[in-house]
């Protein structure tokens, strides 16, 4: 896939009664070296904007997406998500009005940086200051540069892998901030521990999760996610609102190319669902 993705409009157009209709999104780079001072690194951000923000003047839901790399413009070793193409496809059915935040991953400290836990084989894990980034400095930034909806019923955040797990903890540590999470096939074999955070999870408003996992992956991981999806569910007769979507796909594997066939589904339910 050749596209250019600096601050360009990359849309393509219809037409319907005489008025151009945009349904690709607009990729924006926000900086290649945007500062984490809470890791001291610097990271490339992007935002994907839809085809309709640059005609109109209303805000938007936002998503926030790790692992940048692997989700739009062919980018990633491991093939990536398409989610430019995957909504422009939504935007076509009148599902594709939300803003994508793509934050990209940090290469050989990806593990470390998306580990919620002090202590793990590989090192000091620095989850929660990643987690912290995310919510005091980025979005923040988000919301002030761009028309955004900014409250937690219109906020996401996702990922797949480590990416999930640490998507599992921004709900879990910012249920004020986070009121939709996208899980797709989540490292939960790192520690038992989130199943304890997961019971002490407490959030009298409603949160939203898309939980998916494939049964070509390895062999806890459907086991797991339908231990998490008990867990969480269950906090339910205790006033916590959790309105859970599981998709097992039997036959998925642990690579982009099955996250990015489940992404359009994983938007419907979050942002669409009636």
């Known amino acids: 896939m050749e596209k250019s993705m600096l601050e360009q409009n990359i849309n393509d157009a219809g037409s319907q009664g005489g008025n151009q209709i945009r349904y690709r999104p607009e990729i924006r780079i926000i900086a290649e070296d945007y500062e984490i001072p809470q ?5 490339r951000i992007s935002v994907l904007l839809p085809g309709s923000y640059g005609v109109s003047s209303k805000s938007y839901p936002v998503l926030y997406l ?9 980018g990633g070793p491991y093939g990536n998500w398409a989610i430019d193409e995957k909504l422009s496809e939504l935007a076509r059915k009148g599902m594709g009005e939300v803003i994508v935040v793509a934050i990209d991953h940090a290469e050989e400290e990806r593990v470390l940086e998306f580990s919620p836990f002090k202590e793990t084989k590989w090192g000091k894990g620095d989850g929660k200051k990643y987690l912290k980034f995310l919510v005091e400095t980025l979005k923040p930034h988000i919301d002030k540069n761009f028309r955004t909806l900014k409250e937690r019923e219109n906020t996401g955040v996702g990922g797949s892998s480590m990416g999930g797990l640490i998507s599992i903890y921004a709900g879990l540590r910012y249920p004020s901030v986070f009121g939709k999470l ?9 520690t038992p521990k989130i199943y304890f955070d997961a019971i002490a999870f407490h959030q009298p408003y409603p949160t939203d999760i898309y939980l998916y996992a494939g049964g070509s992956e390895s062999v806890n991981m459907v086991g797991n996610v339908k231990r998490l999806k008990q867990v969480l569910e269950g906090k339910n007769k205790e006033g916590t609102i ?10 998925g594997k642990h690579e982009e190319w099955f996250w990015s066939q489940e992404f359009p589904a994983a938007i419907e339910f979050l942002y669409y669902r009636k």
Request: hydrophobic fraction near 40%.
């Open 39 to 43: 890791l001291n690194r610097k990271r």
């Open 182 to 190: 996208m899980i797709f096939s989540p490292s939960l074999w790192i």
């Open 242 to 251: 959790v309105n859970i979507e599981l998709r097992i796909d039997p036959q």
């Open 66 to 74: 790790h692992d940048g790399q692997n989700l739009f413009d062919g």
